[in-house]
């Protein structure tokens, strides 16, 4: 009985992810300039099928069946969006290679040393919704890191995404027989059957990478063994402190909120130290500049009763952008101009409440006392935990990652931003001269267990 066109995608893809384990770094940049030189020479042909998907998907945005914000996400032809997918095609190969680095050496008797080295994850499913652009990047990203990648673009995107995958096999298909990487190293499939179909297949798939929605995030979750490096929720909190420096928290506060309010980092909930709703109605500068800046403000009872009696901040928005918050509100990804806001006693149950309602993304505390900052970004569990600074910056490119996977809340091999280190993991090599585990022991030989230095190594 023969296997299904998803199992052999799958198995192809196992078999080019073992080829991949020995390519060089200088093979892998060899196929990400070819790809980048025939992504170019086929511009017009990617541009014809992305037309194609930008004509249906502005038929369902009449229809009410996708979002005008999605739909614009498509285009891969304004202005000079293709030529920036190119030059991250180029950034990517000039990254360094994470593979083959050697991060333990030990020598654990003469003849007999262990070595731990960075090597590929081995094959990847990256499941995404619009933006095609994720084709290249991901491909790339995976090329460069000794991985295979099967691909799994929304239907939204369905030729754009097939034109650049199949511009992406060729440009594999058409390196020289000594470089070593095949084209299956890239393969892409179409259907949510084929979907549900892979995330069964732990034999041949390492890791899925899903890029999209919560929704997205979720059902991948719930529906596979195989590991996933992602997030599903991105509620991020800022706590003002008592000792916060008023200017920095009004900064932070709007910049985490208002900086891209669609992003995984942007701000939903802000905590404010009780002091300030009694201390010269410090808290309400920060409410009155987010208000400026359009947000809605969800507010617990007594931050609620804070500015409505506070006299800086107007009738209109005492009317129209100050609501009652409900504890919904402090689980809610909000991805818009709404933020909930509660008062706490201190620093302590800032943390409580974090821990208990926050995504373990990203979250900040402003204050000029160090001891306070170092408790907050001590006990909160989270990937990333700011002093004075806005949440937005939780960014791989921000980071200087030069690229960036994703961002996983995941306590795995990956958390945070996730550069190419995401993407590969360890193995341990151990060079012997014939010893047996039996050899040592009490009565007989003592392991070593010498630090081996790099001049040293027998790699």
Request: glycine share 6%.
């Amino acid at each position: 009985m023969s296997a299904s066109p998803v199992v052999e995608i799958a198995r192809a893809a196992r078999l080019a992810s073992v080829s991949l384990q020995s390519v060089t770094d200088d093979q892998k940049n060899e196929a990400l300039l070819k790809i980048k030189q025939v992504l170019s020479e086929r511009r017009e042909e990617i541009f014809k099928a992305n037309e194609e998907d930008k004509k249906i998907a502005d038929e369902l945005v009449k229809a009410g069946k996708l979002s005008a914000s999605l739909s614009k996400r498509l285009d891969v032809c304004q202005g000079d969006k293709f030529d920036t997918i190119l030059s991250g095609v180029s950034d990517i190969a000039t990254l360094p290679d994470p593979t083959k680095k050697v991060t333990l050496a030990t020598k654990l008797d003469e003849g007999l040393e262990l070595y731990r080295l960075t090597v590929p994850v081995g094959v990847l499913l990256t499941i995404f919704e619009a933006r095609p652009e994720v084709v290249v990047n991901i491909s790339c990203l995976a090329l460069k890191s000794g991985n295979a990648v099967i691909l799994k673009g929304g239907k939204e995107a369905t030729h754009t995404n097939a034109a650049l995958a199949r511009v992406i096999q060729d440009a594999l298909a058409s390196l020289p027989a000594s470089n070593g990487i095949p084209k299956e190293a890239v393969q892409i499939v179409e259907t949510r059957e084929d979907i549900s179909a892979l995330l069964d297949l732990d034999r041949y798939v390492d890791l899925v990478v899903p890029r999209g929605s919560n929704s997205l995030v979720k059902y991948i979750q719930n529906n596979t063994r195989i590991p996933v490096l992602g997030h599903a929720d991105g509620i991020c909190s800022v706590y003002v402190d008592k000792e916060a420096d008023i200017s920095k928290a009004v900064k932070i506060a709007v910049d985490a909120k208002t900086n891209y309010t669609a992003a995984c980092n942007a701000a939903e909930t802000l905590l404010v130290n009780q002091s300030l709703l009694s201390q010269n109605g410090e808290f309400a500068k920060i409410a009155l500049a987010l208000l400026d800046a359009g947000v809605t403000l969800k507010c617990e009872k007594d931050v609620r009763d804070f500015l409505l009696n506070s006299e800086v901040i107007s009738q209109e928005y005492k009317q129209n952008k100050i609501e009652d918050a409900v504890e919904e509100d402090f689980y809610t990804e909000f991805l818009d101009l709404v933020m909930a806001v509660k008062s706490v006693a201190d620093v302590e149950a800032a943390v409580v409440h974090i821990n208990e309602h926050g995504s373990k993304h990203t979250d900040a505390i402003v204050t000029e006392n160090k001891d306070t900052a170092d408790y907050f970004m001590t006990r909160v569990d989270a990937a990333g935990c700011y002093w004075n600074a806005s949440t937005r910056f939780a960014d791989g490119f921000r980071y200087g990652f030069g690229a960036e996977v994703g961002v996983s809340t995941n306590k795995t091999h990956a958390r945070g931003p996730v550069g190419l280190e995401g993407l590969v993991i360890y193995k341990y090599k151990l060079l012997g001269h014939g010893q047996g585990a039996g050899d040592y022991g009490s009565g007989k030989k003592q392991y070593k267990h010498e630090t081996i230095e790099p001049a040293q190594y027998n790699l």
